[in-house]
């Protein structure tokens, strides 16, 4: 069955079972993934799944559930167990009516049916490339995955909503290593015409070279440098402090500080539903309302919060496109570039730090800010505007709203950054911070 036919159908059948309001999203994944370790092939797998995602009102009693995979039998059961449950809870105090369309969705094209189809072996020669790549540069040894994704997304909603999207991307991560260095690689499209797996390569390749001749350093303050994989670590964490939802649980570093500067005026930064090349495309959020291009920050100062209809009605002003039901949050961050060249941000500093990968990001304090992260693969010591020698077991103990205003410049360069430690996906260019707190990792 159509995912629209299946949206409209669970939707049909809480409206029978008395739902006043309900928005019924239907995602079909197609995952297709090839990992390789030690230069050989290692794991290959496909996944493929339908997720039915359901909200639903019932005398302003809220109730939300999701079910996998399910057969039109199951979706009735479904259906019937969700609006029962949802009769034995309290009404809240939080509901607002669903926004009511129709509503005006923005097109794109971050779409690529040759990604759908993956056709056999593609994936396998891909790795291949890479690991042959890596050892031509100098690699000793690979490691990563490649996954290829497809996804269609339906969502019918009694503000009458019916629509569809679709998205496909492609993501290599990669890890090299030459003795106990290594060095890390990320390449991320929506289309296999603009993916470049092998550029990610050779900059693993020779991250993992530079980093074997290894040296001292000593705790302290220091300026750094933030590779666009960093960067996007680091500014995810402030898309999720725009949430509306983390301002009003007294989780965000931005509380309280609408129409305030928050950082450099170097800094501008977005959150787009649909962008050029955008990993997370969505034209509608999970209320059916369009998305759109959210300014969070202009030239450092702090223009909005992200909202879906019950933040914005507690605020006095307008949802922006962003919902989660529960929780409005962003889609896809864009930090504007700036002026300069990575080799022109090294001249800049007269000590300090090239970090080129993280892991590891906690928050020791998240309405104030303050957090910490631990730099891996192939960290570089700067001196006299010079790549010096690689270092490790270094941990940047700070303070994200001081980084922010201690941004000094910006790379004309930038990437898109998606992996597993950073969730939303960000274009982000090279960061040169000024006055970072550099501790010891262990010891």
Known sequence: MALESIATEVLGELTKLGAEDASVIVTQSFERMVRFSNNALSVTKSIKNVIVSVYATLGKRRIMGSTFNPSQTALKAFTSRLIESCKALEPSPEYVPLPKGPFTYPTHTNYDPKIELCEEGL????????????????????????????????????????????FTRILLNQRVFVGEASGHGLACSTHLSTF???????????????AVNRGPWLEGVYDVILSPTVSADIIQHVGDAASAFAVESGISF????????????LLTLVDHGVAAGSINTRIFDD????????????????????????????????????AGIIDPHPWNLEVNSGGYNLDELIKE???????????????????AGDFSTLPRDATFYLKDGSVRYSVAGLRVSDNILRQLK???????????????????????????????QITKAIG
Do not use: M
Not at 254 to 265: F, H, I, T
Not at 413 to 425: A, D, L, M, S, T
């Open 123 to 166: 994936l396998e020669d891909y790795a291949k490339q890479i690991i042959d790549r890596s050892n031509q540069i100098g690699g000793e040894r690979t490691a990563g995955a490649i996954t290829a994704e497809a996804g269609k997304i339906s969502i019918a909603t009694t503000g009458g909503v019916v629509q569809s999207d679709r």
């Open 196 to 210: 470049d797996p092998l550029a990610a390569a050779e900059e693993a390749a020779e991250s993992a070279k530079k």
């Open 254 to 265: 931005l509380s309280g500080k609408l129409n305030e500067e928050v950082a450099c005026e």
């Open 287 to 322: 209320e059916g309302v369009s998305t759109r291009d959210n300014v969070i920050i202009d030239k450092g100062v702090l223009k909005t919060y992200l909202h879906n209809s019950s933040t914005a009605k507690r605020f006095n002003t307008s949802t922006t496109g962003s």
């Open 349 to 367: 500093v007269k000590e300090g730090f090239l970090i080129t990968n993280n892991w590891y990001t906690r928050f020791q304090n998240l309405r």
């Open 406 to 436: 201690n941004i000094s410049a910006l790379t004309k360069e930038r990437r898109w950054i998606y992996w597993w430690e950073v969730r939303i996906p960000t274009l982000a260019p090279y960061l040169l911070i000024k006055q970072t």
